[in-house]
């Protein structure tokens, strides 16, 4: 199972900007990686997802906003979230498809099933 830890949410303005950590496991770091939110009253959705190629696969609510990225070398997963909105508040998770490996040509991002604890990113208007 792996193991993933979240950093780096906080409480910023909109228009600002928060870039999110997620260390993972030598283990997740064979699999399509990406990253989830649970927004207030609505159900977890897929946020971005990266492959072992660096190929990314963004929500259309944050494209042009959001960049996914992975530094293989720190096995660490990264989410630069650029020009927030409060609609952006909410706790997002790093995740993972185990059933999916990084090879894959296109990790979607409605199949990550496994993610750590959360970091929770609050907005401002």
């Known amino acids: 199972q792996a193991q993933l830890q979240e950093s780096g949410g906080g409480a910023v303005q909109a228009g600002g900007s928060l870039r999110l950590s997620c260390p993972t496991s030598g283990y997740a770091i064979n699999y399509c990686m990406g990253w989830l939110r649970q927004r207030p009253g609505k159900e977890r959705e897929g946020v971005a997802t990266i492959n072992g190629a660096g190929i990314t696969s963004l929500a259309e609510s944050v494209k042009g906003r959001f960049t996914i990225s992975m530094d293989s070398a720190k096995n660490t997963l990264f989410l630069q979230m650029d020009s927030l909105e409060p609609e952006d508040t909410a706790m997002y998770y790093c995740?993972?498809?185990?059933?999916?490996?990084?090879?894959?040509?296109?990790?979607?991002?409605?199949?990550?099933?496994?993610w750590g604890q959360g970091t929770l990113v609050t907005v401002n208007s």
């Open positions: 995740a993972a498809d185990l059933s999916r490996r990084a090879s894959s040509p296109w990790c979607p991002i409605n199949t990550l099933h496994t």
